[in-house]
């Protein structure tokens, strides 16, 4: 095993965001690939974003889409919450002595200072800035308060927060795996508070000292964290130690190039699933939203993206979403299924539309395998099960297009159905082996082929003028279904 060690650190705001997955996706597959470890921690810290249950669905959405992590946090098969790994607790709010450990000693070094400032005098000071077009920072206004005073103030319980003493104008640099190279003066960074008036770390102290104590090798996030970077190397330097690798991933953005947000529809992992992404489909696509493989393959296993994925190939420029790209690729995955997968899969959409029951699924397996093979080539999505096999479930014939009226009310109906009806008494049941040369039959006996004894054949069964298979489609439906069929074509349009 190597020493890799990559950690996605969500905080538990509600979902899992679709850009999420993405990072937590380039972690697992960077540390599969390199045998390193991959590590789940919950960033909990902000207390005011807290959402029960967050931390649940989150989970529960990263291991539907099988980018599951080797520590960390993991729900157990009671659905409670376990931590497992060797470097925790995972979940911040579990570590707040760690952190306060580590602060004072920030503060010991001088490295790191309370600040007593209200909201409203930092506010002050905010609009002074904005009017004369300044850099919004903290002025520095509690940098030197003597030790008595801070004593005193304490003492007396006023509020007050921690604040990173930055260096004055010293050039903070690194290098980012995809970003390259990265220089910042210090005078344009803020004495970062690190410590809020509640106690509670901020997210770049904690994250900082957590990568370190976990010995984080690599620190994959959106770009958004660029910006913090700096601190977050300066905060290193302060404690001795050495800055894990930054790697900052592009945005994920909408058509319009921007980010891509709940505004503008589906963003949660979730959301796709009950749309009826596969997590094949899923995963792949978003492996690719921002990554571009060499070569042309389009259609990646995880065992075949963790063997390709690179980010030397993951762009500076932010990826674009692009549903239709997404469908295209969740197409090929369920194709590529096996059909007692798939019938699995598109099994809740059938029971949830009321097409079959719960009953349905354990009686009758072969027949509805054999339903979900008809539409397995003509569905993007799963929850699409549904319309396409509607044909199997209407009891009448509903003409799509009034073409296909006109086609019910031809001359050449009344002789096929007769001819269907001469074939289908043969036999019990209609079977593959029945439908081998039925056709054929039909032709020998109606004087009709081609597109005039298809067509009109299809319209009678399904109503429609294109659909799956038509020999499928008569072993779907079985006899019966097949003469009632006749039966309400006969009635309603040859009459
Ligand atoms: N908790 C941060 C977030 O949810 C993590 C940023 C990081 O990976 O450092 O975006």
Same mark, same amino acid.
């Given at each position: ?16 965001? $679709? ?50 992590? !080797? ?35 920030? $503060? ?17 000071? /905010? ?7 300044? *850099? *919004? ?5 509690? /940098? ?16 007050? @927060? ?9 050039? $903070? ?16 960074? !803020? ?110 296993? *995880? ?30 995955? $369920? ?8 019938? !699995? ?69 009344? @002789? ?14 209609? !079977? ?23 067509? %009109? ?10 659909? %799956? ?27």
């Amino acid at each position: 095993m190597s020493n890799v060690r990559v950690r996605f650190a969500p905080s538990p705001t509600g979902y899992l965001h $679709i850009g999420g997955l993405r990072t937590a996706l380039y972690d697992y597959l960077y540390a599969k690939q390199l045998g390193g470890n991959y590590i789940l921690r919950i960033e909990d810290t902000d207390r005011n974003r807290f959402v029960d249950d967050a931390m649940k669905n989150l989970i529960e959405s990263l291991t539907w889409a099988g980018v599951v992590h !080797d520590e960390g946090v993991f729900l157990n098969e009671a659905g409670e919450i376990v931590q497992k790994g060797e470097y925790g607790p995972y979940i911040q709010s579990e570590r707040l002595e760690i952190y306060k450990e580590h602060l004072d000693r920030l $503060i010991e070094s001088g490295h790191a200072y309370p600040c007593f400032c209200s909201k409203e005098r930092l506010e002050t000071v /905010r609009e002074q800035q904005r009017a004369s077009n300044e *850099m *919004m920072k903290y002025d520095g206004h509690c /940098r030197s308060l003597s030790k008595e005073e801070i004593d005193a103030r304490m003492a007396a319980g006023e509020e007050y @927060v921690v604040r990173l003493r930055m260096p004055e104008n010293v050039d $903070i640099a690194f290098d980012d795996t995809i970003r390259g190279h990265v220089s910042i003066n210090s005078d344009d960074v !803020d004495d970062q508070v690190l410590m809020k008036s509640d106690g509670f770390p901020t997210y770049h102290l904690a994250a900082v000292v957590d990568d370190h104590l976990m010995e984080i090798t690599h620190v994959v996030r959106g770009e958004e964290w660029l910006v913090s970077t700096p601190k977050h190397i300066y905060l290193n330097e302060c404690f001795g130690w050495e800055a894990p690798q930054y790697v900052h991933l592009p945005t994920v953005l909408n058509k319009e190039k921007k980010k891509l947000s709940k505004r503008h529809g589906d963003v949660a992992v979730g959301d796709f699933k009950k749309k009826g992404y596969t997590k094949e489909g899923l995963i792949n696509y978003l492996a690719l939203v921002g990554w571009s493989p060499e070569g042309d393959q389009e259609i990646f296993s *995880m065992e075949e993206l963790i063997a390709a994925f690179d980010f030397a190939r993951v762009s500076k420029a932010g990826g674009v979403f692009d549903v239709d790209k997404l469908n295209w690729v969740n197409a090929q995955h $369920i194709r590529k299924m096996s059909v007692s997968e798939l019938t !699995d899969l598109c099994a809740p959409y059938l029971i949830g539309a009321g097409k079959i029951t719960e009953a349905d699924l354990a009686e009758r397996r072969p027949w509805l395998e054999r339903l979900i093979s008809t539409v397995q080539e003509r569905i993007e999505v799963l929850s699409e099960v549904v319309e396409r096999s509607d044909l199997y479930f209407r009891e009448e014939v509903i003409p799509e297009t009034p073409e296909v009226e006109e086609m019910l009310r031809s001359e050449g109906v009344p @002789v096929l159905i007769g001819a269907i009806r001469t074939e289908l008494a043969q036999v019990e049941a209609i !079977d593959d082996e029945f439908m081998k040369g039925f056709f054929k039959r039909i032709q020998k006996a109606t004087g009709l082929k081609g597109k005039n004894l298809f067509m %009109p054949s299809r319209a009678m069964i399904t109503g429609q003028l294109h659909g %799956p298979d038509m020999a499928a489609v008569f072993v779907v439906m079985g006899r019966e279904g097949i003469e009632m069929r006749l039966n309400f074509v006969e009635e309603n349009f040859t009459k």
